[in-house]
């Protein structure tokens, strides 16, 4: 079965960091590009970042950028998000999803979806 | 940078046909995707490439996109279809663009 796990979520301090981990299984997860996608309280998704299969390229929405990294450590099935000077606006469901890319379409969507883990960013 | 309009939300009576859109400048020379939300739950891919459902969506699911509109069509519409709807589309200046998601409700 395939199957994304996430965790590392919970209640951080403005200006603080966090870990979020994403354990992949049932596939065969260094062929596929991975990504992050959060949702904050009682609001839509929005994308935060995308790597790709080797790690070699990596994209961030621009609230995010110089802020997050994304990683991955194909050995170990696994993806990342270091989330550092966090603030209030970053409080959300942080959801790992399984990229479908053709780059020659133009064409990146998510066919499979972790259950997601839960940021607080408050005092 | 690249918006996805949405309605907030969505009639539809039991058994009959919704149709939620999702407007964009020329949306139609893009491929669109479209994500099914439970509350509680994790996104679901219904529609993938503006008209493909992933294996398991029942076939009462189909997409079109032309133009400045893509469309999510719910044929027979049941009380298990009630979530909210996403749009998705991949920009060259935005990357992944979401729409603000639409709440369909079954009466």
């Known amino acids: 079965e395939v199957q994304l796990v996430e965790s590392g979520g919970g209640l951080v301090q403005p200006g603080g960091s966090l870990r979020l981990s994403c354990a992949a299984s049932?596939?065969?997860?260094?062929?596929?590009?991975m990504s992050w996608v959060r949702q904050a309280p009682g609001k839509g998704l929005e994308w935060v970042a995308n790597?790709?299969?080797?790690?070699?390229?990596?994209y961030y929405v621009d609230s995010v950028k110089g802020r997050f990294t994304i990683s991955r450590d194909n050995a170990k099935n696994s993806l990342y998000l270091q989330m550092n000077s966090l603030r209030a606006e970053d409080t959300a469901v942080y959801y790992c999803?399984?990229?479908?890319?053709?780059?020659?379409?133009?064409?990146?969507?998510?066919?499979?979806w972790g259950k997601g883990t839960t940021v607080t960013v408050s005092s | 940078s690249y918006e996805l309009t949405q309605p907030l939300s969505v009639s539809v009576a039991l058994g009959q046909t919704a149709r939620i859109t999702c407007g964009g400048n020329n949306i139609g020379s893009k491929n669109v995707h479209w994500y099914q939300q439970k509350p509680g739950q994790a996104p679901v891919l219904v529609i993938y490439?503006?008209?493909n459902r992933p294996s398991g969506i029942p076939e009462r699911f189909s997409g079109s996109n032309s133009g400045n509109t893509a469309t999510l069509t719910i044929s027979r519409a049941q009380a298990g279809d009630e979530a909210d709807y996403y749009c998705q589309v991949w920009d060259s200046s935005t990357a992944m663009v979401f729409g603000g998601g639409t709440k369909l409700t079954v009466l």
């Open positions: 490439r503006d008209s």
């Open positions: 999803a399984r990229v479908i890319v053709v780059v020659e379409m133009h064409d990146y969507y998510m066919d499979v």
């Open positions: 790597i790709k299969q080797d790690g070699s390229e990596k």
């Open positions: 049932g596939f065969t997860f260094s062929s596929y590009w």
